[in-house]
Structure formats: structure tokens, C-alpha cells
């Protein structure tokens, strides 16, 4: 009787935590499941989105893309822009984080200060960087030209135009993985650093023997999420520099998002959509099994 009673609760437990789930799940299912598997099917088409015509395309799209000039610069360009900001933007937020680790009068100050660049949406940040970058009367080439350096053109010189959107967004995301780092500094115990202390290791020994092997799983999470966000990068092009100059700064997603909408190709955008998925899956799971660690503390 006992053991019935309990298998009673356990599948009205189970009910309810699916019914709890279910709203949930639902979510998921409309919003994200449902439109991956529709641009699935659609990047199999050749698929105009004004007239929602479509006819098959098996695997054109993809064999096209493979060879198409305009996209496989768009990804070279977001591997660059990939390949500059992970490692910049790790060190610095690791390094900031170092900074306002310890207590001292002012440091919440300093928390807010590097923070407050993440609360700011995108949008308003490429804006105002928009501003600054101006050629004519940009803050930036101002200041430049009052201590006698020559200006710069991040807007329209196409050497340089993705450095000015590389600063962009270091510079806005680099609060949140101090924060990030930080959380991962204060759950390494004080002992270790005291033992290693005792054995005689300085600074710079204790940092490489101790900081960093038990920020290991920290730093995987940090690189893995960012390189999945310098790879899909969209908001700071499009507001900025639109692509140019001379498509200089044309990341993938910003084809994607011209050739879905403004040659109205959904078939062609959604199968190029589908290669930067498998190209970041497969990046994420190598990330994945770098930093993967044993290490408990």
C-alpha cells in the first residue's frame, strides 16, 4: 500500500512539473523550433518573399553559396572581426576584473563605471560611435587634430572601418564578461593563494598557476559566447558603415539580411543562415572540448 501511494505522488509530481513546463515549452516550440524547421524546408526552395512563390532548389542554394564571392568575403570579414575582438575583448574584461577584484574606497564606482556600457542598447551605442567617428565633426578626429595627430575616417577609409566597429564593441560588451570574470575570481578560495604565497610564488606565478587553470571553465564560457556574438554581428554594421565602404565591413549576417531583404532570396538567405549555424556549432563544440576541465575547487 505504501509503495502504491508513493507511485501515485511520483506521477502527480511529474504531472505538474510538465504542466509547470508546458507554457514554456509551447514558447519554444512557436517561436523557435517551428521557424528553424520552416527555414530549413525554405533554404531547399528558391523562395521570393513578395510574391511567396517557390519552386525547388535541392541543393543549389548551398552549392551556390560555396561559391559565391559576396559570401565568402562576408564570412571572412566576420572571421576577422571573430579572430580580433575574442581575444582583445577576454583580456581586457579578465583584466578589469583583476582590477576591481579587491575592496578598496571607490571600487563600486569603477564596477558601475565599466558596467554601465551594457545597459545601453546597441542601437544607441552604434549611434552615438556614428557620431564620434564623423570625419568632419566627429569628437574623435577632433581631439586628434587638438594634439596635432592626422584623423582618422572609421566610416568611409575601408583599411580601417572594421577596427572602428571592433572598438564599438569591445567596448560595450567588455563590462559584462568583467562581471563574468569577476564571479569566476571570488569563487577561487583565498588558501590557494596563500599556500602558493608560502612556496614562494609571486604575483605573476601565483596569476599563471592559479588564477588561470581554476578560470578555465570561466574563460570557456567567456569565449565561446563571444565568439558566437562576433560571428553573428549585425546592429553596429548596419547602423555604422550599412557594409561599406566597398563592403569592407559586410559580415554574414548582414548579407543574409540583404539578400532576405532587399533582393527579397528568402531560399538563398535562409541556406547561408544555415551555413553560419553549422560553422558556429561546429566552432562552439572545439571551444567546448578546449576548455572542458576536471578541475574542482
Same mark, same amino acid.
Given at each position: 500500500?505504501k509503495g502504491y501511494k508513493?507511485g501515485?505522488?511520483d506521477?502527480?509530481e511529474?504531472?505538474a512539473?510538465?504542466?509547470f513546463i *508546458?507554457?514554456?515549452l509551447a *514558447?519554444?516550440l512557436?517561436?523557435?523550433?517551428?521557424p528553424?524547421?520552416?527555414a530549413l524546408?525554405i533554404s531547399f526552395?528558391n523562395?521570393?518573399l513578395i510574391?511567396?512563390?517557390?519552386t525547388?532548389?535541392?541543393l543549389d542554394?548551398y552549392r551556390?553559396?560555396?561559391s559565391?564571392s559576396?559570401?565568402l568575403?562576408?564570412?571572412?570579414?566576420?572571421f576577422?572581426?571573430a579572430a580580433v575582438v575574442?581575444?582583445?575583448?577576454t583580456v581586457?574584461?579578465?583584466g578589469l576584473? *583583476?582590477l576591481v577584484?579587491k575592496?578598496?574606497?571607490?571600487?563600486?564606482?569603477f564596477r558601475?563605471?565599466y558596467?554601465l $556600457?551594457v545597459v545601453v542598447s546597441?542601437?544607441?551605442?552604434?549611434?552615438?560611435?556614428k557620431?564620434i567617428?564623423?570625419?568632419d565633426y566627429g569628437?574623435?578626429?577632433?581631439?586628434?587634430?587638438?594634439?596635432?595627430? $592626422?584623423?582618422l575616417?572609421?566610416?568611409?577609409n575601408?583599411?580601417?572601418?572594421?577596427?572602428?566597429?571592433?572598438? *564599438?564593441?569591445?567596448?560595450k560588451?567588455?563590462g559584462?564578461?568583467?562581471i563574468?570574470?569577476l564571479?569566476?575570481?571570488?569563487n577561487? $578560495?583565498?588558501?590557494?593563494?596563500e599556500?602558493a604565497?608560502m612556496?614562494g610564488?609571486?604575483?605573476?606565478?601565483?596569476?599563471?598557476?592559479?588564477?588561470?587553470?581554476?578560470?578555465?571553465?570561466?574563460m570557456g564560457?567567456?569565449?565561446?559566447?563571444?565568439?558566437?556574438?562576433?560571428?553573428?554581428?549585425f546592429?553596429p554594421?548596419?547602423?555604422?558603415?550599412?557594409g561599406?565602404?566597398?563592403?569592407?565591413t559586410?559580415?554574414v549576417v548582414h548579407?543574409?539580411y540583404?539578400?532576405?531583404?532587399k533582393?527579397?532570396n528568402?531560399?538563398?538567405?535562409?541556406?547561408?543562415?544555415?551555413?553560419?549555424?553549422a560553422?558556429?556549432?561546429?566552432?562552439?563544440?572545439?571551444?567546448?572540448?578546449v576548455f572542458?576541465?576536471?578541475v574542482?575547487?
Amino acid at each position: 500500500m505504501k509503495g502504491y501511494k508513493s507511485g501515485l505522488y511520483d506521477k502527480q509530481e511529474t504531472r505538474a512539473a510538465f504542466l509547470f513546463i *508546458l507554457p514554456a515549452l509551447a *514558447l519554444l516550440l512557436l517561436f523557435i523550433f517551428y521557424p528553424m524547421t520552416r527555414a530549413l524546408l525554405i533554404s531547399f526552395q528558391n523562395y521570393n518573399l513578395i510574391s511567396a512563390h517557390s519552386t525547388p532548389a535541392g541543393l543549389d542554394n548551398y552549392r551556390d553559396l560555396l561559391s559565391d564571392s559576396t559570401f565568402l568575403a562576408s564570412l571572412g570579414h566576420s572571421f576577422y572581426f571573430a579572430a580580433v575582438v575574442i581575444p582583445l575583448q577576454t583580456v581586457i574584461a579578465l583584466g578589469l576584473a *583583476l582590477l576591481v577584484r579587491k575592496s578598496f574606497r571607490g571600487v563600486g564606482i569603477f564596477r558601475t563605471i565599466y558596467f554601465l $556600457p551594457v545597459v545601453v542598447s546597441f542601437a544607441i551605442a552604434s549611434t552615438i560611435f556614428k557620431l564620434i567617428y564623423n570625419k568632419d565633426y566627429g569628437m574623435l578626429n577632433i581631439i586628434l587634430k587638438g594634439i596635432g595627430l $592626422p584623423t582618422l575616417d572609421f566610416l568611409s577609409n575601408p583599411d580601417i572601418s572594421m577596427i572602428g566597429i571592433i572598438i *564599438l564593441c569591445i567596448w560595450k560588451a567588455m563590462g559584462f564578461f568583467m562581471i563574468v570574470f569577476l564571479a569566476g575570481l571570488n569563487n577561487i $578560495p583565498d588558501s590557494l593563494y596563500e599556500a602558493a604565497h608560502m612556496d614562494g610564488a609571486g604575483p605573476f606565478q601565483q596569476f599563471v598557476t592559479v588564477t588561470l587553470p581554476l578560470l578555465k571553465r570561466t574563460m570557456g564560457f567567456v569565449v565561446v559566447i563571444t565568439t558566437m556574438d562576433a560571428l553573428k554581428i549585425f546592429v553596429p554594421v548596419y547602423i555604422t558603415t550599412s557594409g561599406g565602404p566597398a563592403q569592407s565591413t559586410s559580415t554574414v549576417v548582414h548579407y543574409i539580411y540583404e539578400t532576405a531583404f532587399k533582393q527579397m532570396n528568402m531560399g538563398y538567405a535562409s541556406a547561408a543562415a544555415f551555413i553560419l549555424f553549422a560553422i558556429v556549432l561546429v566552432i562552439s563544440v572545439i571551444q567546448l572540448r578546449v576548455f572542458r576541465t576536471d578541475v574542482e575547487y
